[in-house]
């Protein structure tokens, strides 16, 4: 069973902000990111192969913790602060992200050995030819070697929307003050525009990345519906053996 119980800061994450701290225009700061309230405070994944949903719901956590590392570098910026004054906070920001990967990847083995073990009593699919156990094994084989390279495809491709973000916030926050210092020089204004355009192409790529990691999941979704159908029709060619054994030995007797 995966049982994930996600509230506040979920696995041990630490706020970038100590509580009663205060951000960077001097507002004070609660512990947390504000999941307390919201009605996604608490997720609980059933025993049937909900591994997917539950890597679904980190993305979108660490999707939240990137948006305020991302408004965090915005506001900094804008008040002149230094990449050295703000790495402590940035820093933090990574730790809890780097954690939540931590736990992708728990979910991911604990699933492919549960997978692996679970034994299910469903009814012997009907119109198809009986596999040999090597067959099955093989085929198990190939399902959980799919999942794992699926779940790191996820991993692979959001690491890169979240460079992509960043990139994305940095300019955002550098046309703003290149529009405050223009002056009305038409150089400046021709450096501010071709900025712009840098950003339309960031913000094209982030959304493109966004659909292809919603593409990932659907497919770690069907590795997952997969892997648990092979382990059925194993379990119920497992038991039609045994039965033939026990039928075998009474005639036996007889």
């Given at each position: 069973m995966i049982a994930s119980r996600v509230t506040g800061y979920p696995f041990g994450l630490r706020s970038p902000y100590a509580a009663g701290q205060t951000d960077v225009k001097?507002?004070?700061?609660?512990?947390?990111?504000?999941?307390?309230?919201?009605?996604?405070d608490s997720l609980t994944i059933s025993p049937q192969g909900k591994a997917a949903s539950a890597i679904e719901q980190l993305l979108k956590q660490k999707e939240a913790i990137k948006e305020r590392k991302n408004e965090f570098m915005n506001t900094a910026l804008e008040e002149g602060r230094t990449m050295d004054s703000m790495r402590p906070q940035l820093e933090i920001y990574e730790e809890q992200i780097q954690a939540i990967d931590d736990q992708i990847d728990q979910i991911t083995a604990q699933q492919?050995?549960?997978?692996?073990?679970?034994?299910?009593?469903?009814?012997?699919?009907?119109?198809?030819?009986?596999?040999?156990?090597?067959?099955l094994q093989q085929e198990k084989l190939?399902?959980?070697?799919?999942?794992?390279?699926?779940?790191?495809?996820?991993?692979?491709?959001?690491?890169?929307?979240?460079?992509t973000q960043g990139e994305s916030a940095?300019?955002?926050?550098?046309?703003?003050?290149?529009?405050?210092?223009?002056n009305g020089l038409e150089g400046a204004q021709k450096m501010i525009e071709k900025k712009e355009e840098q950003l339309d192409e960031?913000?094209?790529?982030?959304q493109s990345l966004t659909a292809q990691v919603g593409q990932e999941l659907s497919?770690?979704?069907?590795?997952?519906?997969?892997?648990?159908?092979t382990q059925t029709?194993?379990?119920?060619?497992?038991?039609?053996k045994e039965e033939d054994k026990k039928q075998e030995l009474s005639a036996d007797v007889s």
């Open positions: 001097g507002n004070h700061i609660q512990k947390g990111f504000g999941f307390q309230n919201s009605a996604q492919t050995q549960e997978t692996m073990q679970k034994t299910q009593t469903e009814e012997k699919p009907e119109n198809k030819q009986p596999k040999t156990e090597e067959e190939n399902t959980m070697m799919t999942l794992s390279t699926s779940i790191e495809n996820v991993k692979t491709v959001d690491r890169v929307r979240t460079q940095v300019l955002k926050s550098e046309i703003e003050l290149d529009k405050q210092n223009a960031l913000e094209d790529k982030v497919n770690v979704t069907e590795e997952v519906q997969e892997a648990a159908k029709d194993e379990t119920v060619q497992t038991d039609e």
